[in-house]
């Protein structure tokens, strides 16, 4: 399953910010309850990654 979101970002030493666009495909095992769904692989990608 396919997930966008959106990230703010602040460096806490020079007080630069800026947001970063993450794109993340996650696979998802359901299991009894009280755990429910979870994930069990994902990776994602950023238009502005980190170092």
Known sequence: MPI?????????????????MSFEFVNFKDNPDPISA???EGWALSDKPLS
């Open 38 to 40: 979870r994930v069990i």
């Open 4 to 20: 966008r979101y959106s990230v703010h970002i602040t460096n806490k030493k020079t007080g630069e910010k800026f947001d970063q």
